[in-house]
């Protein structure tokens, strides 16, 4: 059997304005490959106005094992966010 | 499959039990499971089970459709055609896509169908043998399809659900564009309405069993329900499709061809015929009218197209090479 084609992942901007968003993957020869085979399989209906491909194996991602570690102290610092304060009554603008 | 930062790296030192069910906890939390998570060997062998197979079935799927590009009755409707079937290749490739993310490379999957080792959906066993039953797929089996996979774009498996919310979209014009095809039959000719019914006639009890055997004889239903990769169970997604399709036989003006088919006003659903299973396994089996047709037809797009495959590698790996001594 031959060599399996590398796996790209897929961004689609769906309208200018917007950011790329993931939408999946698939398997090309090249990055013009992907290209083309991404217009082909994530476009076919105005979903988008611009793609971007990135192969799989270049994407370095954080580890779910870490994410406690990670993500959670900002769970408890709910100063970080406007409605922790208290706004007296009547006063405006803030 | 992207790489994890800690790659190598021992996770929190905490047992299989103690996994599985904080695994469990997330579930029930209706937390979706993302790729690089830790979970159970049966569920991800389930998954890669369920998702290619449909992935093979959407691939297989297009065979007996496309038997019908080439003598579609109008340019129109041959533009429709060519539109479905590019959706269909379009839903393997989302499918396989979401598979892969589960550590099962492409070419296994593709082997995997190719050998027999997989199945597909015993519907597209059966041949299309007029135009008629391009409609009868469209309004039926890509109908039945549609109640099957609407709950899935809720699954556990993010990857999985995320691919079935693009293949819901897609599959409601699908089923519109069949609906379509047999209104126009059921109201042309005698003629024409005769092969509407035929059509009917031929892929009503195929399609009723697309649903999978009754859930007395369905030995995966419960777990998969646990794992929320299947929300309701193949009888009452079955109730469903038949629920809502009757009417819309009446309103084309043909008969589902089930003698014991009638409005049941206690449970407020249809009462239907037995269902032959003996039928059912015999297909699944390879015993169906158009099993080895299918398969063979895969087979060789796969070994045609290796040529083309392999020479596309050794062009990006000549381009590669060149940019690489440019540098």
Not at chain 2, 69 to 93: F, M, N, W, Y
Not at chain 2, 121 to 128: A, G, K, L, R
Not at chain 2, 280 to 292: A, H, M, S
């Amino acid at each position: 059997m031959s060599k399996e084609w590398p796996l790209w992942e897929i961004f689609v901007r769906s309208e200018n304005g917007l950011a790329h968003k993931h939408v999946g993957s698939l398997h090309a020869a090249d990055s013009e490959m992907a290209v083309q085979n991404a217009r082909d399989l994530y476009t076919r209906r105005n979903e988008g106005v611009s793609i971007w491909v990135v192969k799989s194996s270049d994407i370095v991602a954080t580890d779910p094992s870490q994410s406690e570690a990670l993500f959670e102290p900002s769970e408890d610092k709910t100063y970080r966010h406007a409605t922790f304060y208290h706004v007296p009554e009547g006063v405006k603008h803030l | 499959m992207y790489t994890s930062i800690s790659d190598g790296i021992v996770g929190a030192a905490e047992s299989g039990d103690e996994r599985e069910a904080a695994f469990n906890e997330r579930l029930d939390r209706s937390v979706k499971v993302e790729p690089n998570d830790w979970m159970p060997e049966p569920y991800r062998k389930t998954l890669v089970r369920q998702i290619s197979q449909h992935a093979h079935s959407e691939i297989v799927g297009m065979l007996p459709e496309g038997n019908w590009i080439t003598r579609a009755p109008s340019l129109l409707r041959k533009l429709i055609l060519l539109a479905k079937v590019q959706d269909e290749a379009g839903h393997g490739l989302y499918l396989y896509s979401a598979a892969e993310t589960l550590d099962t490379p492409r070419d296994a999957m593709v082997e995997a169908l190719l050998t027999g080792k997989a199945k597909y959906s015993s519907i597209f066993n059966y041949p299309t043998l007029t135009w008629a039953d391009v409609g009868a797929i469209g309004w039926l089996v890509d109908g039945a399809a549609i109640i099957n996979q609407i709950p899935l774009t809720r699954c556990s498996y993010g990857p999985y659900a995320r691919a079935m919310v693009r293949i819901c979209k897609e599959e409601s014009f699908h089923q519109r564009q069949g609906f379509d095809v047999m209104w126009k039959l059921a109201h042309g000719t005698p003629e024409q309405h005769a092969m509407a019914q035929d059509a009917l006639d031929r892929w009503w009890w195929p399609s009723v069993m697309m649903f999978g055997p009754p859930d007395s004889a369905s030995p995966h239903n419960e777990q998969s329900m646990r794992w929320k990769i299947k929300l309701f169970t193949n009888d009452e997604l079955r109730r469903k499709f038949i629920d809502q399709t009757v009417p819309q036989a009446e309103q084309l003006g043909l008969s589902i061809p089930d003698p014991d088919l009638r409005w049941n006003d206690v449970t407020q659903h249809y009462d239907i015929g037995a269902i032959e299973w003996d039928e059912f396994y015999r297909v699944i089996k390879g015993e169906g009218p158009c099993n080895r047709e299918r398969l063979q037809a895969r087979i060789d797009a796969w070994d045609d197209g290796a040529w083309v495959r392999d020479a596309a590698l050794a062009y990006a790996d000549k381009h590669a090479a060149k940019e690489t001594s440019a540098a």
